[in-house]
């Protein structure tokens, strides 16, 4: 079901975009949401009973978070104060905070106070609420597309509670386009509109799940609209031209960008070249910075592939080096060649889990001495010393190998490194179990 009552508020004019003219009226017109705002939802009962507690939305846009913090507010006699983080700073914070002492004091009506985009607040914008929420000055409402755990400073996330609001599904944008194409007050039903099959899933599969912008997308592709027989035909080249240039969302410090790279990289590891080709895209089609892919990729190359091929790291290097050197858009092609290599290859993470062995071993026993046939005699008083004495140059042995104890004593663990069973590190395992392990120089 959609989020979208469509008994849009009657003071918005004809000029209004059409999502905002199609906005519900009630908390029981938002389809979609019912685990925050159905009757039995914790968030509503609170809310029937006059109480509204300090809380944050936070969900993708065009999930509703604004219309639910404004109904909830207007159904609770609260007066509303309404300020975006982008625009609005600590005086307008102070001023707000004082007119609502004023009218908590003289007619003891509670403020509430939503801040759009909360997370374009800065720590000391944010200390700046704190105290007026702790006192009950006001009651805060947040609305955020970014994870609040990273973007909201720690005593205000306490004081809050987080309500997550879900992505809207194709069917149900598909649903909300139609009623407004049926809608001859508010939406677009007096424009005789004629629509090819298909246009409405195509707009819907677009719309990333935001309502918004597939309402805003619909009006757009009605006003660029080819007459036909006294109808307006809207169809597949007409959207194309109007969506041609959609860029897909990502903030490129928010969740969309960490979601959408732990994508890429995952796939890479688990080996599908299919999923990990698909992220790829996703990222250069977002506009993600190519150098960053392609920094990604070098580390791919070691961490999870490392020594069963490796080759691997010279295709990634390879990749970066020729990435900084095309750029986009011939770039995606090489970035698409290393992503496949690195999906396709033999994985092992030996390389990442022996050094990481080998740097706890020293935290935990200390910096043990270096023994003394490892050592350089490059003085006089160092081969008095013994520096150097008893080593043996493998050169000097059958198989250009002798058997020889290169670790400091006393340690916790002397194995870091064990091979993998895939690919070229197969062969690596073979070859020292040979030496180590078959006391043999063959």
């Excluded at 732990?262 to 993600?288: H, M, N, Q, T």
Aim: net charge negative; glycine share 6%.
């Amino acid at each position: 079901m959609n989020m979208f009552d469509f008994e849009a508020s009657k003071h918005l004019s004809l000029g209004a975009p059409l999502a905002a003219r199609m906005r519900p009226t009630s908390l029981d017109g938002i389809v979609g949401q019912t685990h925050l705002t159905g009757k039995d939802s914790p968030l509503r009962k609170s809310i029937d009973a006059g109480r509204i507690p300090s809380f944050i939305l936070w969900g993708p846009p065009g999930t509703g978070k604004t219309t639910i913090a404004n109904l909830i507010t207007s159904t609770s006699n609260f007066h509303l104060e309404t300020i975006s983080a982008v625009t609005s700073g600590v005086s307008e914070l102070r001023t707000i905070i004082s007119e609502s002492k004023s009218r908590l004091g003289m007619s003891g009506q509670r403020t509430a106070l939503f801040i759009d985009e909360i997370h374009r607040f800065n720590k000391a914008q944010q200390d700046a609420i704190l105290p007026y929420v702790e006192n009950g000055t006001v009651t805060f409402i947040g609305a955020t597309t970014e994870n609040p755990s990273f973007e909201i400073i720690s005593p205000l996330l306490s004081r809050c509670r987080v309500f997550t609001l879900n992505g809207l599904e194709i069917k149900d944008i598909v649903q909300i386009l139609a009623i407004s194409l049926d809608d001859s007050e508010k939406g677009l039903g007096k424009k005789n509109l004629k629509i090819e099959d298909g246009i409405l899933e195509n707009i819907a599969s677009l719309s990333g799940g935001d309502a918004r912008w597939a309402l805003n997308t619909l009006e757009l592709a009605a006003d660029s609209a080819y007459v036909q027989d006294n109808d307006l035909l809207i169809n597949k080249p007409l959207l194309n031209e109007v969506v041609a240039t959609k860029l897909l969302p990502h903030d490129k410090s928010g969740d969309k960008h960490y979601d959408t790279i732990s994508a890429f990289i995952k796939s890479v590891r688990s080996s599908d070249p299919d999923a990990a080709v698909y992220w790829l895209a996703r990222l250069l089609l977002a506009g993600e910075d190519i150098m960053f892919i392609a920094r990604r990729l070098v580390i791919l190359a070691s961490e999870d592939i490392g020594l069963a091929d490796p080759r691997a790291l010279s295709m990634a290097v390879s990749a970066q080096q020729a990435t900084h050197f095309v750029g986009m858009p011939e770039a995606r092609i090489i970035l698409s060649e290393a992503t496949i290599y690195l999906a396709s290859a033999p994985k092992s993470n030996s390389a990442y889990t022996a050094i990481n062995a080998a740097m706890s071993e020293i935290k935990s026993s200390g910096e043990k001495a270096v023994p003394l046939h490892l050592r350089n005699p490059v003085t006089g008083l160092m081969s008095q010393e013994k520096y150097g004495e008893g080593y043996q140059y493998a050169h000097d042995y059958q198989g250009h190998f002798v058997k020889t104890k290169n670790l400091p004593q006393n340690l916790s663990t002397e194995n870091f490194y064990s091979p993998g069973t895939l690919g070229y590190e197969k062969y690596i395992a073979e070859r020292l179990n040979k030496w180590w392990h078959e006391n043999t120089t063959e």
